[in-house]
């Protein structure tokens, strides 16, 4: 079966598609793929679905090599909405009929 290993940055990424035989699991995949030994990778998926490396694999499955997120996505949105209510952008209330 082939199943496709991707590793991606921002702007860029590294996928291999690699020949395995039924039943192999993504510890598998991550090692034929030659991606196994990098310490940036701290969990796994298929296809978005996080997944173990003992996760056994289907024929056609895309394995994404997940990385530490930057920064926290609630911390980001909250920033960015006190932004907007300091630049007078805030929320609109909006008007009811009488």
């Known amino acids: 079966m082939k199943v496709q290993v991707v590793r991606a940055w921002p702007r860029r990424f590294d996928a291999v598609e690699v020949e395995l035989p039924e039943g192999a699991t993504i510890a598998a995949a991550v090692t034929a793929a030659g ?3 990098d310490a940036e990778i ?8 996080r997944a ?5 694999l289907r024929d056609g499955d895309r394995v994404e090599l997940l990385r530490p997120l930057l ?3 609630k911390e980001s949105r909250r920033r960015r909405a006190e932004s907007k209510l ?8 909006q008007k009811t009929r009488p």
Not at 52 to 56: I, P, S
Not at 86 to 93: I, L, T
């Open 35 to 37: 991606l196994a030994g």
């Open 42 to 49: 701290v969990g796994h998926a298929v296809f978005g679905v």
């Open 52 to 56: 173990t490396l003992e996760t056994v």
């Open 86 to 93: 300091a630049q007078g952008r805030g929320p609109q209330k």
């Open 71 to 73: 920064a926290d996505p």
